[in-house]
């Protein structure tokens, strides 16, 4: 093999390396938008706590779900608002690449888990967690689809899963959970229905392409 | 406006171009120009001295003449250039192909950056390492790669979404040429070589030397291009002919295939689940063709299987057994349906991101519904205490598994394209990692085998489970039985469907969230345990 190939393909390799670099890159910002972090949520410098981002997720999910499940020790909603509190700090943990996967499913298990534990069973519960499963394939599939989620504007008008977690979890405080699920139910369906299928039947190049 | 690039630089045995053998007064390269010219422009590419010849066999075509590989790989750049940087086909000019397998790279519907694969050890063509459906190393006969789990079978397609990186990396790859061609070259072209094809009786195939397919897919999978892995349809007829005796062979293969059954055939997805492979595949491709025939589109189809899921919620929720029946049968009505947007998009060949993502939201909307109505019924017939509980956690319990298992997939696309970038002047590939290596599920027994020794090496434990279950991947029952367990959606709704008529609502979601439970545990588990180890 020649030099001068040899010193051209180095060079190209450094290139296509930063190239790489960056498409890695925007994939890991993919996968962060599966988050559906909204408004309140991952605002703080990621890193700022040791060890996987999962692990402690996991953690905040069973303070928060397990205690109130089997109706030990106080009210649902102070668990619950102690393992979201612990979610929110462990969320931005360094995330270890490769356990980011079960980040966005942990988060969904907190957000569903708290609407049942706090709001109990009821047709407005079921309705709301129609609703945001609705919002939380729509992301996913829209990711794997075309490449780009909902637009930012959405996620803050819509809290993201802290926000909504605070509002279920106050309004349980004050013993008005059924009723906030039927309040956000009828507020959050509109916003993440119409948005959706207006992006959807607007027109645009045809696929991001994978 | 896509364009078909063929290249004409294998010769026959004979001598001459191979792609002017002739059978039955047609020579190769006439009748593949016909069947690509249907969706798009054709250039032909061969050596200046063949030019006169080629240009009196396809005199509608524009045939380029070129003086080395690198000119060649050069021409390529510069015609895909001339259709305004679309969709690029490259293909050998002496490829005997029959139209449905053609069409999977070159028609209308496909699109995206792929190549043409076949099953490891396939006679022909150059070795490829599969992991996810991505080509993530690829042999030419200037590189090698270890672990091979299939092989490319020459055609390649570049999509537009590419075209500027694809310029890059086949500038890249011309120099390397010209430098390699300079300095006396390394491929010598024995036939035998790691990029060329097994060693046979040479009456088929391509000389090895000649190859740019291979090289271009080298480039691009090396320069990070994501390049898919297309898979021909079976009974597919698929030859790089070099002799009279080889092209007749493969003529008269292509006169006997009924091509209508193999398209039906085609239409149904290989990997999917039990019930639905033998419980709802055997009969719903029939329908696809109706619905074909009918002019019915795949989106028309979705629509009416999400009515038929409300409808039978509806039926649900009256809370008596026989209605309950009549909820089930609808179930099972919408689900075929189900199967038969898919099918008919693939039958018709009509693919949309919007048809996709309609398809997966009315999945999810027909079972959620179908749960709520669930929960009404139990509630009219009076016995709903805590009913909507468990609807909301069986909702919730889905849901949360779904999401699981598109994050997994989703950071495994991201592995996959930090892992394959690579020097082009390098010969050997790098190999692949352990995280690589795993995920796909061999598609031969050899390459269980040598992934088997790779774990037996490397001792630890979670690794040597992982081998353990790899190698219980080839074992048919077992690969059955693992699907089931998952409990995916066809599964889940012959479940919610027996249990329903069977013992009732609470019933379904009790049987939902302990089976669901359980595969949740399995699969994420040993999820885990591959992240680690």
Not at chain 1, 31 to 56: F, K, N
Not at chain 2, 136 to 147: D, F, L
């Amino acid at each position: 093999m020649s030099t001068s190939a040899e010193g051209r393909a180095s060079e190209a390799l450094a290139d296509r390396v930063a190239a790489a670099g960056s498409h890695g890159s925007a994939r890991a910002r993919l996968l962060a938008e599966h988050r559906d972090d909204g408004v309140l949520a991952g605002r703080w410098p990621t890193g700022a706590v040791p060890g996987p981002e999962s692990a402690w997720l996991t953690l905040a999910v069973f303070l928060a779900l397990a205690p109130p499940a089997i109706g030990a020790f106080g009210p649902a909603w102070s668990w619950v608002v102690a393992g979201t509190a612990l979610a929110a700090v462990g969320s931005c943990g360094r995330g270890w690449p490769r356990l980011r996967w079960p980040v966005p499913a942990l988060l969904r298990a907190l957000e569903y888990g708290a609407v049942l534990l706090l709001a109990g069973g009821s047709a407005w519960t079921y309705a709301l967690l129609s609703v945001l499963a609705f919002h939380h394939y729509d992301i996913v599939y829209r990711l794997r689809l075309r490449g780009e989620g909902p637009p930012r504007w959405l996620g803050i008008v819509t809290g993201g899963w802290l926000v909504r977690i605070g509002v279920i979890a106050a309004a349980a405080a004050v013993e008005r959970a059924e009723p906030a699920t039927m309040v956000l139910s009828l507020l959050l369906a509109p916003a993440y229905l119409i948005e959706s299928i207006t992006s959807w039947i607007a027109p645009r190049r045809a696929s991001a392409g994978r | 406006m896509a364009h078909r690039v063929l290249l004409a630089l294998t010769s026959s045995s004979e001598g001459g171009p191979a792609c002017l053998l002739e059978h039955a007064g047609e020579p190769i390269v006439a009748r593949l120009v016909e069947q690509l010219a249907r969706d798009g422009e054709v250039t032909v590419l061969t050596w200046e001295r063949w030019t006169e010849e080629v240009r009196v066999t396809c005199p509608a075509t524009r045939v380029v003449g070129v003086r080395s590989h690198g000119d060649a790989i050069r021409s390529v750049i510069a015609q895909h250039g001339r259709s305004g940087g679309g969709d690029l086909v490259l293909a050998h000019a002496h490829l005997v192909a029959n139209d449905l397998a053609l069409g999977r790279v070159a028609d209308a519907a496909a699109s995206g950056t792929s190549a043409v694969a076949g099953p490891h050890g396939a006679a022909h063509g150059t070795p490829v390492r599969i992991t996810r459906g991505r080509i993530v190393a690829a042999a030419s006969p200037h590189h090698t790669i270890e672990h091979a789990s299939g092989v490319c079978q020459r055609v390649l397609r570049v999509g537009s979404g590419v075209g500027i990186r694809a310029h890059e990396l086949l500038t890249e790859l011309a120099e390397l040429l010209d430098d390699r061609s300079r300095s006396g070259g390394d491929a010598d072209g024995d036939g035998g070589g790691p990029g060329g094809d097994r060693p046979g009786d040479g009456s088929a195939g391509v000389d090895p030397k000649d190859d740019l397919v291979a090289l271009v897919l080298v480039a691009l999978v090396r320069g990070g291009v994501p390049v898919s892995a297309t898979h021909l349809p079976a009974g597919s007829v698929w030859s790089h002919p070099r002799t009279g005796t080889a092209l007749r062979q493969a003529r008269e293969a292509m006169a006997s295939l009924d091509e209508e059954r193999q398209r039906l055939d085609a239409a149904v997805k290989a990997d999917d689940s039990f019930f639905t492979t033998f419980f709802v595949s055997s009969y719903s491709r029939y329908w696809a063709r109706w619905a074909a025939r009918r002019g019915f589109t795949p989106n028309q189809v979705t629509s009416v299987s999400m009515l038929l899921g409300i409808l039978a919620a509806l039926a649900f929720a009256v809370g008596t057994r026989w209605w309950a029946l009549v909820g089930a049968v609808l179930l099972q009505l919408a689900f075929t349906l189900d199967c038969v947007d898919g099918q008919l998009a693939r039958y018709s060949r009509r693919f949309s991101s919007l048809g996709a993502w309609l398809d997966s939201v009315f999945d999810r909307g027909k079972e959620y519904v179908v749960y709520a109505g669930l929960a009404v019924g139990a509630i009219r017939a009076g016995h709903g205490a805590g009913l909507w509980l468990l609807a909301g956690a069986a909702l919730a319990l889905q849901t949360f598994r779904h999401i699981l298992d598109l994050g997994y997939a989703e950071q495994q696309l991201a592995d996959v394209d930090a892992a394959v970038v690579q020097p082009l002047a390098v010969r050997a590939d790098r190999g692949p990692s352990f995280w690589e290596a795993t995920p796909e599920p061999a598609p031969a027994l050899t390459s269980i085998r040598a992934f088997d020794a790779t774990a037996a090496r490397e001792a630890s434990l979670p690794r040597r489970v992982i081998g353990w279950l790899r190698q219980a991947e080839g074992v048919g029952v077992l690969r059955w039985g693992k699907r089931i367990v998952v409990l995916p959606i066809g599964e889940r709704f012959a479940l919610i469907s027996v249990v329903a008529v069977a013992a009732g609502p609470r019933a379904v979601f009790v049987a939902l969230l302990v089976w669901g439970g359980v595969a949740t545990a399995y699969t994420a588990g040993g999820r885990v345990v591959r992240s680690i180890a």
